[in-house]
Structures are given as structure tokens and as C-alpha cells.
């Protein structure tokens, strides 16, 4: 066991997301907002209950939401990845 503690080197914030790129790992992180992963977590609540609802137009709606919301954090990890001139931990 080592009492080596990794450091972690800030690529880029941007806006409530951070991508860092952690000691020892080939990829970066994205680094998320509390509140930002709270609002997240309860929009899929909030699907969850509209499905259990049977109320189908409303959860479509919060799914576009959720969609738009990750689509954002992915577009701006992979940005940050490829001006860092890393690659992804992905295929794309």
C-alpha cells in the first residue's frame, strides 16, 4: 500500500462541468456540479414517475431534457479531449 495520493491537473471549467485529467489515468474526468447532478437525478425521477403515470407526452418531453443535458456534457468532454489532444475512452 502507498501513501502516494494522485494529484489531478484541471483541463478546462466549463460552466457547471470541469474536466480534469486524474494522475495515473489515460483519460480525463468530468467533473460535475452537485447541484447540477441533483437537477439531473431528479429530472429522472421525474421520468420515472411520469412513465409510471402513463403520461407519455410529459416523459417524452423530460427525456428530451435529460438527452439535451447529457448530449451537452458529452460534446464538451469531448472538446476539451480533443484540444487536450487526447483521445476518448469510446468509439464515436
Do not use: C
Not at 437525478?41 to 421525474?46: K, S, T
Not at 412513465?51 to 472538446?79: C, N, W
Amino acid at each position: 500500500m502507498t501513501d502516494h495520493t494522485p494529484s489531478a491537473t484541471l483541463l478546462a471549467v466549463l460552466g457547471n462541468y470541469s474536466v480534469v485529467q486524474v494522475e495515473g489515468r489515460r483519460y480525463p474526468a468530468l467533473a460535475v456540479q452537485g447541484d447540477t447532478l441533483k437537477v439531473l437525478q431528479e429530472a429522472v425521477e421525474g421520468l420515472a414517475a411520469e412513465l409510471d403515470a402513463g403520461d407519455v407526452e410529459d416523459a417524452k418531453f423530460s427525456l428530451a431534457e435529460i438527452q439535451e443535458q447529457i448530449a451537452s456534457m458529452l460534446s464538451a468532454y469531448e472538446a476539451v479531449s480533443r484540444d487536450a489532444g487526447l483521445g476518448l475512452p469510446y468509439v464515436r
